[in-house]
């Protein structure tokens, strides 16, 4: 079997399994086997593949029909351009929170204090402390197997970072100039309506935000307060249509500047929000 005629069965069983994108996870797991660019693919896709890396190619490809996360047979995804490790234990990075961390850079200043609620893979926190101007960082997560992970991407990435195990702000000492988040905030009774890949294989103590998806706003937005310095700011991901809602929450906690921000879909990704200066 050549390359092409391997990727070409992958596609193939992919459909069958309704797989989306099923011919770019089909290529994309061949170069993760076989350790290739999508140029050297093209430059070898007639050539015979090694019996060894065809059956732990076709393994894979078995493992994607089940609907496994294509970040969770390779352990990676890119965020913000950095690598991150990803497992079932963490939220798999996406593009729509590259938002909030930009929207972060652009309010930052050099030396800030930042902590980072619910960080999952790290992915918010180290980006800005890779990305931001001298930086000091704590991430937070109720996950023990999820701090692992940001730990490890941590080192991967070459920042240092602090790493608390808390439920929110139960075990965060001190104050900070800025606050980050991206909660849980899926609606409970949604779960069950979520891709395969999501509802079977991510956390669902990172998905479930309760009744009305917003459970952690109604905590974090009142407590953050007492940790931020003043002018610092609050940024937080929300659902698509939870915007009104959560800037109302902003708003009731005396928070100035108060925005929602859009993500490239133009749909509401982003509220943030600065604590007044006394």
């Given at each position: 079997m050549t390359y092409s005629e391997a990727v070409h069965k992958a596609k193939c069983c992919l459909e069958q399994h309704e797989v989306p994108d099923s011919g770019i996870d089909a290529l994309l797991l061949l170069q993760f086997v076989c350790g290739i660019t999508r140029a050297h693919y093209y430059a070898v896709r007639e050539d015979p593949m090694p019996e060894e890396e065809s059956d732990k190619f076709m393994e894979l490809v078995r493992r994607r029909s089940d609907r496994i996360p294509l970040q969770q047979l390779t352990g990676e995804q890119q965020f913000m351009g950095l690598p991150f490790h990803v497992s079932e234990d963490v939220l798999t990075p996406r593009q729509d929170t590259e938002i909030l961390v930009e929207e972060a850079l652009k309010r930052v200043r050099p030396g800030a204090r930042i902590l980072d609620l619910c960080t999952g893979s790290g992915c918010i926190l180290i980006s800005l402390l890779k990305l931001g101007p001298d930086l000091e960082g704590t991430g937070s997560d109720l996950s023990g197997k999820a701090l692992d992970i940001a730990a490890g991407n941590a080192e991967m990435n070459k920042v240092e970072v602090s790493f608390v195990q808390s439920d929110l702000f139960a075990r965060i000492p001190g104050t900070f100039d800025m606050i980050v988040?991206?909660?849980?905030?899926?609606?409970?009774?949604?779960?069950?309506?979520?891709?395969?890949?999501?509802?079977?294989?991510?956390?669902?103590?990172?998905?479930d935000g309760g009744t009305d998806g917003l459970d952690f706003y109604r905590r974090i937005v009142p407590e953050s307060v007492d940790y931020l310095?003043?002018?610092?700011?609050?940024?937080?991901?929300?659902?698509y249509d939870q915007g009104d809602l959560v800037r109302s929450m902003f708003v009731d906690h005396q928070y100035k500047d108060v925005d929602v921000i859009r993500d490239l879909g133009g749909n509401d990704r982003v509220v943030l929000g600065r604590k007044a200066i006394v």
């Open positions: 988040s991206n909660p849980p905030y899926i609606v409970s009774s949604v779960i069950g309506s979520l891709m395969e890949e999501v509802r079977n294989h991510e956390p669902l103590m990172a998905l310095n003043p002018g610092g700011w609050l940024i937080v991901e929300i659902g």
